[in-house]
């Protein structure tokens, strides 16, 4: 009765009607006025004293942007965005560039610690065993206040800074990298994020070298008004392994704010990404009053022989995300992996998937994107597997479930399966299906409660997720499943 | 104000040109001419379908239909439509159109059974029968389709069956349309099967050219099944010229506690796109789309179904077959909808492609959008090659490679065919796969992946 007792714990420990993650931290800011103009560009790149050119390549991106518009495709309603009425920078006043810690301001830090992210090593050496430590680069609405580890990384040869840092002392990585997976004029919020984006990850690992520890960024939007737009740039050289984690939290508040991130991976000869999301923005409240719109470009390149990215994914926040983390397998025998969790409850809307694109030889993907729509959720998975004329020998497994729970939640398959080439074997399955009667029955008939139960029954739905999770991010999301769906039974 | 006028292509403008010459003449009182107009009027606003258009992405009419053929005039019995018409063996009550012209005379007017009648589409339309609209609007899902659109606007001809309640037909009802093929032509021609409750019926449609000259077609079958009817709509399409272009609709609807399965067999057919619009008007109904693709050369086919649970109850099963040689592409985009309160839901859809060569691409796209939750909805979709162990465990029994071949795919194709009650049409459709994988076999051409 183990499991039983544990899950009625999980439930009790955790406030489930509310967003635990909605304080606001009282900060003082530096922003500059609202509106986006080439003088909101300059401002943005003068404040990171950035050289001349990263500056010409934000003024051409934000030209581009203004002859572009706002993709309507995906399965999402939302009132215009007036990007005239937000903030693209809001720094910490105090401790801009902190040399240690100690010059962070404190409010920063309590924040830090109540969403539970170690930010002192020390800290991180006395809770864990060191096998497990987790380097961190924290970023705080426009500006990272921080990243851990960076001695011990450098040591082993690895960089991993803010991307603001990697502009400054790596230009020639940058410059080589940035932009080489997502071009600037990729989608209309690439494009934007190409040219306000403020700060973000900056990740080498030299060839050979398997990153001794974990590497996170945890980003958090505090301001009001304000969009985060950050870079998260990934770079895995000839034999290399890194598995990085992201998070995400922002407070409660009435507006919607908006989040478009740009992040890159690029995999050389047999190296290896692992990037692992877990997404908790504030998903807005039960009327869909606030929340995040999470407008994300994600893709990772197996650009090496034999190279591998994995994404992981568990979605649970945003009022709306669109976001297609995807893999293009350019290298000959290259393999892409997408593991994705997309609970919505509320109004929550989700267009979320993958594409895998197949452009060497021998080259394998896989697909488990799991869905679960509760509340007046929608939930749509779209996806693409395609294969090049050239790409003999491609192979791709799909499956796409989605759970309803409730009568007024939507769940959508949308798959594009291209095969240009007669050797490819591809494989898609779906199903849609409701929480059977007759596992409900066989819980509650040894005692679960009705809601133990949806739990334990979703918890196994989506378990192949969540067991490509590390280990600290397995609970977490765990947790979050939970939370997520409370009250939606019935 | 800029005012922004769409370039129109050739064909468009031939089009517009053809609609306006032939609009007076063609049949219908005022409600059909408003259908015309409007349909006409909305094909006008969004040309003809392209890539850029979600439901027609992998096939772009626009580029396909470079010119639009002259309309045809006037039935041409050739001695060719003629012959092909005494080598068709399948029983049953035969209804000949010819250019999209109903051919009385061709016909088997004195074969028709008791329960049933038959009118050509033309006096159908001029009739006073004020279902007319409704009837030929068919499912809502196929509304804003240009394809339909034009068919709609331009459709001259075809026949209109009526099967009364409680009527079982014991022979298929076989609507074999003819284009002559002297000349290069476009036929637009639309057919009614309206069956009541609880009839039984069969309906083959043969869609073939008795001549060389390539033909572009846009045909549509309207469907509607009474309550507790079992009725089986079977389609051939095939012999066509290469160049051919041909755009075929079903639309369907169903009434309670009935069954209805179509199945369409292309092959030596150019350029097909299929499109099924089937909606569910009661409950407990059964319904079935499946269909077997054979292509080469630079064939073109695309089936494309929009299945819409508006009830509860329903339950609807898709299999599609492909298989794909020279330097042709397969596509099948399936579509199912789940509306609110459609509970209990049951619905399964499968595309299964083999590619037998390089050149040869399949494109799949099977949708689920559902709104309720007590459903159950799969789908599947596979691309591959023919089994190697399959063929070994037939070669390693002493049949030569391409023997083997056509063994497999045969089995492959038959499965979808399997469910096709009447025996005479499922022989038919069966010779025709077995007639073209004869034709690959003796050219002792085998996979080659």
């Known amino acids: 009765m183990a499991a039983v007792q544990e899950t009625i714990d999980q439930v009790k420990s955790i406030d489930v009607t509310e967003y635990k993650y909605g304080f606001v931290t009282e900060v003082e800011v530096d922003k500059p006025a609202k509106g986006l103009t080439e003088d909101t560009v300059r401002y943005i790149s003068a404040r990171k004293n950035e050289p001349e050119w990263m500056l010409e390549w934000r003024l051409d991106a934000f030209r581009r942007w203004k002859t572009m518009t706002e993709p309507n495709w995906s399965r999402v309603n939302y009132p215009p965005i007036d990007y005239q009425d937000l903030y693209y920078y809001a720094a910490p006043k105090k401790g801009a560039s902190p040399k240690s810690l100690d010059e962070v301001d404190p409010a920063i830090l309590e924040t830090y610690k109540k969403l539970g992210i170690p930010l002192r090593e020390q800290e991180i050496l006395a809770g864990v065993a060191p096998e497990n430590r987790v380097a961190v680069d924290a970023v705080f609405d426009s500006v990272s206040v921080v990243t851990t580890f960076k001695k011990e990384l450098a040591q082993a040869g690895v960089i991993f800074c803010s991307i603001s840092e990697a502009i400054q002392e790596h230009p020639e990585l940058v410059k080589k990298y940035l932009a080489s997976v997502v071009p600037v004029t990729d989608n209309y919020f690439a494009t934007l994020n190409s040219a306000v984006f403020t700060d973000g990850s900056f990740v080498y690992i030299p060839k050979g070298v398997r990153c001794p520890m974990e590497l996170s960024t945890y980003f958090r939007i505090n301001e009001q008004n304000t969009g985060q737009f950050e870079r998260t740039l990934i770079i895995a050289d000839e034999g290399a392994y890194v598995s990085y984690l992201e998070g995400c939290t922002a407070p409660k508040r009435d507006e919607n704010q908006l989040h478009a991130a740009v992040v890159e991976l690029i995999a050389l000869d047999d190296a290896e990404i692992k990037y692992s999301t877990v997404q908790n923005w504030f998903p807005g409240d039960a009327e869909g009053k ?30 709306i995300t669109w976001k297609y983390p995807s893999c293009i397998l350019r290298g000959d025998g290259s393999r892409g992996e997408f593991y994705s969790i997309a609970v919505s409850n509320g109004m929550q809307q989700v267009d979320s998937g993958t594409k895998m694109l197949h452009l060497g030889k021998n080259t394998t993907s896989k697909i488990i994107a799991k869905g679960i729509a509760a509340g007046k959720s929608d939930s749509t998975y779209r996806g693409m597997v395609s294969a090049h004329r050239k790409a003999t020998g491609a192979r791709n497994f799909t499956n796409c479930d989605s759970l309803l729970i409730g009568d007024q939640c939507g769940a959508h398959t949308i798959p594009y399966i291209e095969a240009k080439t007669a050797t490819a074997v591809f494989e898609h399955e779906a199903t849609t299906s409701k929480i059977g009667e007759d596992q409900m029955f066989y819980c509650q008939q040894r005692g679960l409660s009705e809601e133990e139960a949806v739990a334990l029954i979703v918890n196994g739905f989506v378990k192949e997720v969540l067991q490509q999770l590390p280990m600290e991010f397995a609970v977490e999301a765990q947790k979050l499943i939970t939370i997520s769906l409370e009250g939606s039974v019935g | 104000m800029a005012i922004v006028t769409p370039l129109k292509t050739a064909a468009e403008q031939q089009l517009a040109q053809q609609y306006a010459d032939a609009k007076a003449e063609l049949p219908g009182g005022p409600a059909v001419r408003k259908l015309r107009e409007d349909a006409f009027a909305g094909f006008e606003a969004k040309g003809l379908p392209h890539r850029r258009l979600e439901s027609w992405r992998y096939t772009d009419l626009r580029t396909l239909l470079r010119e639009a053929r002259p309309l045809a005039d006037g039935v041409k019995a050739t001695d060719a439509v003629k012959a092909r018409l005494a080598a068709l063996k399948l029983d049953g009550l035969r209804l000949v159109l010819v250019d999209g012209v109903f051919a009385a005379e061709l016909s088997d007017l004195d074969g028709i059974p008791e329960g049933v009648s038959v009118q050509s589409l033309a006096d159908a339309l001029v009739s006073p029968r004020e279902d007319l609209t409704r009837i030929l609007s068919g499912p809502s899902v196929g509304a804003d389709d240009t394809g339909l659109m034009l068919n709609t606007a331009l459709m001259r001809d075809g026949v209109f069956v009526e099967i009364a309640d409680g009527v079982e037909l014991a022979k298929p009802v076989v609507i074999v349309s003819l284009s002559s093929g002297v000349e290069e032509r476009s036929v637009f021609h639309r057919s009614a099967v309206l069956a009541g409750a609880e009839s039984k019926a069969t309906v083959v449609e043969v869609s073939e050219t008795a001549g060389d000259a390539a033909q572009q077609i846009n045909g549509a079958i309207v469907i509607e099944t009474g309550d507790g009817s079992e009725i089986q ?19 369907a609807t169903i009434g309670a506690q009935a069954k209805f399965d179509s199945f369409a067999l292309v092959c030596n057919a150019g350029t097909v796109r299929q499109q099924h619009f089937v909606r569910y008007a009661g409950e407990h109904s059964e319904m079935g789309l499946r269909g077997v693709n054979l292509l080469g050369g630079s064939e073109h086919s695309d089936v494309t179904l929009v299945v819409d649970h508006e009830v509860p109850h329903g339950t609807s099963r898709e299999l599609f077959k492909s298989i794909i040689g020279g330097e042709a592409t397969g596509v099948f985009q399936g579509k199912v909808i789940v509306r609110p309160h459609a509970q209990k839901t049951d619905g399964g859809m499968k595309s299964n492609a083999l590619l037998l060569n390089e050149g040869a691409s399949m494109f799949n796209k099977p949708e689920l959008e559902i709104f309720a939750d007590d459903v159950v909805c799969g789908h599947g979709a596979t691309v591959a090659q023919i089994d190697g162990d399959q063929l070994f465990y037939l070669m390693a029994r002493g049949l030569p490679r391409p023997q083997a071949e056509a063994l497999v795919l045969q089995a492959f194709a038959g499965e979808a065919a399997e469910f096709i009650a009447d025996e005479s049409v499922r022989e038919l459709v069966m010779s025709e796969v077995e007639a073209w994988l004869a034709a690959r076999e003796a050219n002792s051409q085998v996979s080659t992946v």
């Open chain 2, 233 to 251: 709509h079977i389609r051939l399409v095939t012999r066509q010229a290469a160049a051919s272009v041909q755009v075929q609709s079903l639309l």
């Open chain 1, 290 to 319: 606030g929340g995040i719109y999470n407008f994300v470009t994600k893709r990772g390149d197996c650009r090496g022989k034999r190279s591998k990215i994995s994404w992981t994914q568990v979605e649970t926040g945003s009022a």
